[in-house]
T-cell receptor
Framework: DAGVIQSPRHEVTEMGQEVTLRCKPI?????LFWYRQTMMRGLELLIY????????DSGMPEDRFSAKMPNASFSTLKIQPSEPRDSAVYFC???????????????FGPGTRLLVL | SQQGEEDPQALSIQEGENATMNCSYK?????LQWYRQNSGRGLVHLIL?????REKHSGRLRVTLDTSKKSSSLLITASRAADTASYFC???????????FGRGTSLIVHP
């Protein structure tokens, strides 16, 4: 299995531009999570989906952030307009139920390092 | 606020030594997990310990859980330079599949 795939791996953009981050979860996983990691705030949960439906977006910092999951194999996190304080590493993670395993175990992608100038 | 808080924030040891890091949390949990993050990479699950367990082993890793003190510890024995990474605890409140991560302990193992 290829694991959770994120693209792009690095993104440099100018303030005010739209940024779209992409995630492909592991096939068969029914939960998908978006996190943001910064030195100041650590790892923050932004939003999570269950069976493609957004369940809790209370971690989304402001209306400039939006996330979608049109199908079980694809999700996007969009920032419009972007600001310098959005600079961070954004992670996507997925989880599933496996006999004898744990639903709570999360599988993380490699992250997208975003720099907004 | 962070549910799990790791201690120390940073740890520097020599190869072959043991590394111990701790995690404290505030509310009742269903289970607690430890993850490792190598520089520039995503988090990788290491081990899970449930609230009714007190100790668990996986290779060179030993995790303990004290629910009365709301704390857990991760011990890495006979450390290697490849163990250099940040280590995070993630707590799962009862009935929830949604974790709260601490800020992590940065471990450096000198060869």
């Amino acid at each position: 299995d290829a694991g959770v795939i994120q693209s792009p791996r690095h993104e440099v953009t100018e303030m005010g531009q739209e940024v779209t981050l992409r995630c492909k979860p592991i096939s068969g996983h029914d939960y998908l999570f978006w996190y943001r990691q910064t030195m100041m705030r650590g790892l923050e949960l932004l939003i999570y989906f269950n069976n493609n439906v957004p369940i809790d977006d209370s971690g989304m910092p402001e209306d400039r952030f939006s996330a979608k999951m049109p199908n079980a194999s694809f999700s996007t996190l969009k920032i419009q307009p972007s600001e310098p304080r959005d600079s961070a590493v954004y992670f996507c993670a997925s989880s599933f139920v496996r006999t004898g395993g744990s639903r709570e175990t999360q599988y993380f992608g490699p992250g997208t390092r975003l720099l907004v100038l | 606020s962070q549910q799990g808080e790791e201690d120390p924030q940073a740890l520097s040891i020599q190869e072959g030594e043991n590394a111990t890091m701790n995690c404290s949390y505030k509310t009742s949990i269903n289970n607690l997990q430890w993850y490792r993050q190598n520089s520039g990479r995503g988090l990788v699950h290491l081990i899970l310990i449930r609230s009714n367990e007190r100790e668990k082993h996986s290779g060179r890793l030993r995790v303990t859980l004290d629910t009365s003190k709301k704390s857990s510890s991760l011990l890495i024995t006979a450390s290697r330079a490849a163990d250099t990474a940040s280590y995070f605890c993630a707590t799962f409140p009862r009935g929830s599949y949604i974790p709260t991560f601490g800020r992590g302990t940065s471990l450096i193992v000198h060869p």
